[in-house]
């Protein structure tokens, strides 16, 4: 299986050649939920994404 680019390069150590720290948005971690308004709080959103980036634009 492939490694996330995010975890390369935090593991490589490349993270500290950053201007900010490596962040993840992902699913949590959770076993899916078979109803669709669970579903939708546990898997990533368009929201949580933006704020992410805009987090770190923000550092």
Do not use: K
């Amino acid at each position: 299986m492939l490694e996330p680019l995010v975890s390369v390069v935090a593991d490589e150590g490349l993270g500290l050649l950053l201007d900010a720290p490596v962040r993840r948005v992902a699913g949590e971690c959770v076993p899916l939920p078979f109803a669709d308004t669970l579903e939708e709080s546990v898997l990533p959103t368009v929201g949580r994404v933006t704020r992410t980036v805009r987090d770190l634009t923000a550092y």
